[in-house]
């Protein structure tokens, strides 16, 4: 068994065998029997799979008994390699924090008080809205609120 392999080295691979078969995530998740943000969140590194998905993907990508282990371990999370990142999509969420994190610290502090919200204890749906001026990308992003405790 060759363990030389590592978790970016994997998501490369998996990616590779998505583009050949003309895979979509979406079909992957419905394989894992998860949702297509957590799995696709898991296939780029970022989340552990459970066993039994991991076990799904690996049957579903012909991906070795190594490969499926490395899937269930737990990442180093949001390492995308630079601090602002460069891509114009992945830099688009960076610029609606930077012009709207005030705006949602301030409101969000009006309505729960001194806390945060949970990237833990969360959920993300990313869908598309047909609009006649052209479709529009709706992203909900739902986390526990998280109330600092005071002593």
Do not use: C
């Amino acid at each position: 068994m060759n363990h030389a392999m590592t978790r970016a080295e994997l998501t490369e691979k998996i990616v590779r065998i998505k583009i050949d078969r003309d895979l979509t995530w979406k079909g992957i998740a419905e394989e894992a029997g998860l949702s297509k943000e957590f799995t696709t969140a898991a296939l780029m590194g970022q989340m552990a799979l459970p066993p039994e998905a991991a076990a799904k993907v690996g049957d579903a990508l012909d991906l070795n008994e190594y490969e499926v282990k490395l899937l269930q371990q737990i990442p180093s999370r949001g390492s995308l390699g630079q601090a602002v990142p460069t891509d114009p999509l992945i830099y688009r969420f960076y610029e609606l924090v930077q012009v709207y994190g005030t705006t949602f610290k301030a409101l969000i502090e009006e309505e729960f008080g001194d806390g945060i919200m949970s990237a833990i204890d969360f959920d993300m749906d990313i869908s598309r809205k047909p609009d006649p001026a052209g479709d529009r990308v709706a992203i909900t992003l739902s986390g526990k609120f998280l109330k600092y405790r005071q002593y």
